[in-house]
């Protein structure tokens, strides 16, 4: 059965291969084109080495909306859930990926601390969440800290003038 699988024409079968690659790559983005090369057969992949600069714009691109996401959802949640949602994002940042967005950039980090202060402040005042929850945040807070505080130096990356990721 696997055999018959593989043998059936598919619509890339179909297509010429240089239509794919003049008329179909271009309209994809980024994703979407490893996708695609991947349903090719091996020998008609477009294989191109890419830039590492322009690796590493993209990851911070993707960085940097998820943090968007994370930080849009625990400004419009209240109460408990906002506290869940900001230990998401306490944690985002605490990770490997996450913490690279606050090594890039000296006005993100300087925000994510004031940040830090605030919500310390506001885990001191509010009375309405539980003291565990309160706790386990502020104790989150304080290792963001102090990660920020003993992980440098810090160099500000800027990929201003790299270009996107490209098959061309």
């Not at 008609?44 to 590492?52: A, P």
């Not at 993209?58 to 506290?83: A, F, P």
């Amino acid at each position: 059965m696997t055999s018959y699988i593989k043998s059936r024409p598919t619509v890339l079968d179909e297509l010429p291969l240089e239509v794919i690659r003049t008329f179909v790559f271009p309209c994809l983005n980024y994703e979407d084109r490893i996708q695609l090369n991947q349903c090719l057969p091996q020998w008609d992949r477009i294989s191109k080495k890419i830039d590492i600069e322009s690796i590493k714009k993209h990851e911070q691109t993707i960085q940097v909306l998820t943090m968007r996401n994370l930080m849009n959802k625990q400004e419009v949640s209240r109460g408990t859930e906002q506290i869940k949602t900001t230990t998401n994002l306490i944690n985002f940042l605490l990770s490997s990926r996450g913490f690279t967005i606050i090594q890039n950039s000296s006005n993100f980090r300087q925000a994510v601390l004031n940040k830090i202060r605030e919500f310390v402040q506001r885990m001191i005042d509010v009375r309405d969440i539980e003291l565990d929850l309160r706790l386990k945040i502020t104790s989150k807070l304080k290792k963001l800290r102090d990660k920020i505080n003993t992980s440098g130096p810090y160099i500000d990356c800027s990929y201003k003038n790299t270009p996107d990721l490209s098959f061309t």
